[in-house]
């Protein structure tokens, strides 16, 4: 069961159907969603319910970690933070996040991000965090760099959005942990 994680401002939950129409309102911002690769727009009814329905199967295999941002005061939801691309074998996951526009420059997005990954290195046991966003969009990239990933480099026209070929900054963090534990032998000779 994928459990609740807390900052002192906020709570990451898990996602219920109920939020559902909130997650298409504020995710279906065209300024949310042209910042991103992965949210279109506009935002169709129905697939928010039906990509929260997929959640639980997805953390149950071990394959994504999804979670609905919230205001630990109130309760409002202002994002998602997730983990998806889980490689328990290569010890590795990539970031991805949003936040509604009402909440941007709060610096709630660098707090979840933070809680997340701190999960991830205890729980899944991952030794490296990778993430991307658009070069036009430097409110994700200085979420990544003060969360402490590092650019790692810069895909040139490498997604097309909106009609439109757009550069992709590539971030990343190693963390301590299992790969660190890893030691490799050349194999012995034999006479």
């Known amino acids: 069961m994928q459990p609740v994680l ?6 990451l939950r898990p996602y219920a159907l109920a939020d559902a129409p909130e997650v298409q309102r504020l995710a279906g ?3 949310v969603a042209e910042t991103t690769t992965a ?3 506009p935002y169709p009814d129905g697939a928010a319910a039906c990509w929260i329905a997929g959640h639980a199967a997805a953390f149950a295999n071990g ?13 409002e939801l202002v994002g998602t933070v997730s983990l998806f691309d889980v490689s328990h074998a290569d010890a590795r996951a990539e970031l991805g ?5 009402e909440h941007w420059g709060q610096g709630y ?3 979840a991000v933070r809680v997340l990954m701190r999960f991830a290195q205890e729980h899944l046991k ?11 969009n430097p409110a994700s990239a200085r979420v990544m760099e003060k969360a402490g990933l590092r650019r790692e480099g810069l895909l040139p026209k490498h997604v097309c959005r909106n009609g439109v070929f757009e550069d992709m900054l590539l971030y990343g963090l190693v963390l301590p942990g ?6 490799l032998h050349a194999p012995a000779r034999t006479a």
């Open 6 to 11: 807390e900052s002192p401002r906020l709570s």
């Open 29 to 31: 911002d065209a300024r």
């Open 39 to 41: 949210i279109p727009h």
């Open 63 to 75: 394959e994504e970690v999804i979670y609905a941002i919230a205001l630990r005061r109130t309760g």
């Open 97 to 101: 996040y949003w936040v509604a526009v």
């Open 109 to 111: 997005c660098t707090e």
């Open 126 to 136: 991952a030794t490296r965090i990778v993430a991307r966003c658009m070069a036009r």
């Open 178 to 183: 299992r790969g660190d534990e890893v030691e």
